[in-house]
C-alpha cells in the first residue's frame, strides 16, 4: 500500500506569491494532520481533520494559512501571500483512529 | 497539557556500541509513546510505540524501549548500533482517547566509525 503522498517535495517561491501544497493520505485513514518543521521551533502541528473536517487549527499561524480537505482522498494547505519566515518543511501525516501516524516525505518550502 | 523533554540534542556513539535516548513525558493519565525517527530529507518512520500491557516495546531496526511510570520515561534503547541508525530520533506523547501527537524537540546522533 502506498504511503503518505506529498507534492511538491520542493517549492522555491518568491515572497508574495501564493503556494499550495498537496497531500494524499493512506486510504481508509480518517485522521489527516498537517505539521511545519523548522530548526527553532521543531516540529509543530498546524491543522488536523477527522473525516474531511476540520477539528483544530490553533496551530495555524496566521490568515495567511487555509487548509482543506474536499474528500477523504486528498487536501491541501496553502500560504498567500508567502513570506520568507514560512521556509520550511510541511509534513502530512495521517492515522487511523487515535493510532499511530504516518508520515509523508514532506514538502521543503523556500520563500525568497 | 502534555509535554515531551529529549534533553540530549546531539549524541555521537561509536559504530558497535550500545545506545540510550532519553525521553521524558508529561501527562497526568496513561500516555501513548511513540519513537520516531527521521533520515536527512525525509520523512518521520515509526520505530515504535506503547499504548498498553508490556512495558517493555520492541520495535524495528533492533531497537526497544522501556515505558517506566515512576520516571515518567520512555528511553529508546539498542545494543549495537551501525552506521546506518545516524539519523534525528523524536519522542512523542498522546493523550488517551485524543488523536494529536505532542513531539519532543529531538536528539540527533551521529555514529563514529
Known amino acids: 500500500d502506498a504511503g503518505v503522498i506529498q507534492s511538491p517535495r520542493h517549492e522555491v517561491t518568491e515572497m508574495g506569491q501564493e503556494v499550495t501544497l498537496r497531500c494524499k493520505p493512506i486510504?481508509?485513514?480518517?485522521?489527516l494532520f498537517w505539521y511545519r518543521q523548522t530548526m527553532m521551533r521543531g516540529l509543530e502541528l498546524l491543522i488536523y481533520?477527522?473525516?474531511?473536517?476540520?477539528?483544530?487549527d490553533s496551530g495555524m499561524p496566521e490568515d495567511r494559512f487555509s487548509a482543506k480537505m474536499p474528500n477523504a482522498s486528498f487536501s491541501t494547505l496553502k500560504i498567500q501571500p508567502s513570506e520568507p519566515r514560512d521556509s520550511a518543511v510541511y509534513f502530512c501525516?495521517?492515522?487511523?483512529?487515535?493510532?499511530?501516524?504516518?508520515f509523508g516525505p514532506g514538502t521543503r518550502l523556500t520563500v525568497l | 497539557a502534555q509535554s515531551v523533554t529529549q534533553p540530549d540534542i546531539h549524541i555521537t556513539v561509536s559504530e558497535g556500541a550500545s545506545l540510550e535516548l532519553r525521553c521524558n513525558y508529561s501527562?497526568?493519565?496513561?500516555?501513548?509513546l511513540f519513537w520516531y525517527v527521521q533520515s536527512p530529507g525525509q520523512g518521520l518512520q515509526l520505530l515504535l510505540k506503547?499504548?498498553?500491557?508490556?512495558?517493555l516495546v520492541q520495535g524495528i531496526k533492533g531497537f526497544e524501549a522501556e515505558f517506566k511510570r515512576s520516571q515518567s520515561s520512555f528511553n529508546l534503547r539498542k545494543p549495537s548500533v551501525h552506521w546506518s541508525d545516524a539519523a534525528e530520533y523524536f519522542c512523542?506523547?498522546?493523550?488517551?482517547?485524543?488523536?494529536?501527537?505532542?513531539f519532543g524537540k529531538g536528539t540527533m546522533l551521529l555514529v563514529s566509525p
Open positions: 501525516a495521517s492515522s487511523y483512529g487515535a493510532d499511530t501516524q504516518y
Open positions: 486510504s481508509g485513514h480518517d485522521y
Open positions: 481533520f477527522n473525516n474531511n473536517v476540520p477539528i483544530d
Open positions: 501527562y497526568g493519565a496513561t500516555p501513548y
Open positions: 506503547y499504548f498498553s500491557g508490556d512495558t
Open positions: 512523542a506523547v498522546g493523550a488517551t482517547g485524543y488523536s494529536t501527537l505532542t
